[in-house]
């Protein structure tokens, strides 16, 4: 979170100090740094040197349309996973042969859509849906380059509703049936089948999972090539987990011991599996999202009320599980540190919003610098996964979004209005 710093007392994004921002735009607010961005993305590119790949963003991670933009202008490409996600990538600028589109239940319409925009690959994840792309393909008298999304059963050490990549879950083709549904794509018409897809989870905070992934790969590979079946396109998913404790240091600031051992950087996470899908001469592509975003972006809180349940201590603020679901979805972690630092001292609260649900909370036994009511809270991190999961219930208007660059402040998004809710 390089671009999200005190300075003496105040919380800066890049050259902009946040209590400015919550006076002019109120709260709850999401403030995203454009070079944290920019900084996230060329740190995963670079890592691959002169190899033929791409890094395409995810957008699920964040969709908003200037955030898109900056990341085409830099030449990422773009995972989607749905006809709007599709539509908001063109639209950002993001050219076709550098869109994947995956997703374990694409509709027939979003499929004509995909193929009429010509993206470069469908990542196909059964045996029905190869059938239906063959169908449509044909009907529009077109070739559809397919890559088949395999599930090789690997745990990726994460949250349970983050794993993507176990029997269990729902997503891919079975590794076991894996070369049968890669003869049956080839027995289709209109079908060019040109690669291999995974991606195993997210928020993954150990290299050894991608090391496992990747040795899979090469190992499918060999028995595909044996069968006769050649590829020239390995997609390696995203994953690549961010450090959410001890983000922002103050010396006032309590030290988390939450999730303490240091994540590795993207490029670690890169120059881990590289050199083993290198041995394939394929080409790869990687689908980060949260590795781009969540430290490029802050939600801003205002405390409404402090109040004592008993010997349970409450901050209560603005913003709530619609405004960021991550820690009632998930129980996610996310520092939350005030704008201004006005005291040494501090207390163990649950930092919960306005909304009716006793599960609607940013933080519980927390210890949290001492806050009263009208001070400003930084939920950090909030980048990724955070406006996307943004919601209506308790008919509350969304948050406004900004974007800051240098001493630089836009309005990406405007505040919703009660007329939004109708
Ligand atoms: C197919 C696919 N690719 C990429 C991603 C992005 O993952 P992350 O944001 O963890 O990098 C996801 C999210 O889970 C996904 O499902």
Known sequence: MRYFQFKENELLCEDVPLPELVEEYGTPLYVYSRNQVIENYKSIDSAFGAMDHAVCYA?????????????????????????????????????????????????????????????????????????????????????????????????????????????????????????????????????????????????????????????????????????????????????????????????????????????????????????????TGCSVWLEPGRSIVADAGILVTKVLYTKENGSKKFVVTDAGMTDLLRPSLYNAHHQIVPLKIETYESEKVDVVGPICETGDFLARDRSLTKVKPNDGLAVLTAGAYGFVNTSHYNARPRPAEILVNGERVRVIRQRETFEDLV
Do not use: C, M, W
């Open 59 to 279: 957008l699920k991670a964040n969709s908003n349309l200037h955030i898109l933009k900056l990341l085409a202008e830099e030449g990422a490409g773009a995972d989607v996973v749905s006809a709007g996600e599709l539509f908001l990538a063109l639209k950002a600028g993001f050219t076709p042969e550098k869109i994947a589109f995956a997703g374990v239940g694409k509709r027939e319409d979003e499929i004509e859509y995909a193929l009429t925009q010509r993206v470069f690959s469908l990542n196909a994840e059964s045996h029905q849906e190869l059938q239906l792309i063959s169908r449509v393909a044909l009907r529009l008298n077109t070739t559809a380059r397919v890559s088949l999304r395999i599930n090789p059963d690997i745990d990726p050490q994460s949250h349970p509703y983050i794993t993507t990549g176990l029997h269990s879950n729902k997503f891919g083709i079975d590794s076991a049936k894996a070369i049968d549904a890669f003869r049956y794509a080839l027995s289709l018409p209109a079908l060019e089948v040109i690669g291999l897809h995974t991606h195993i989870g997210s928020q993954i905070t150990k290299t050894e999972p991608f090391i496992e992934t990747a040795r899979f790969v090469v190992q499918f590979l060999e028995k595909l090539r044996e069968t006769g079946v050649r590829i020239s396109h390995i997609d390696f998913g995203g994953g690549f987990g961010v450090q959410y404790s001890n983000a922002v240091r103050h010396e006032a600031i309590p030290v988390e011991d939450h999730g303490s051992t240091p994540t590795p950087s993207p490029a670690e996470f890169v120059g881990s599996f590289l050199p083993i899908l290198q041995q």
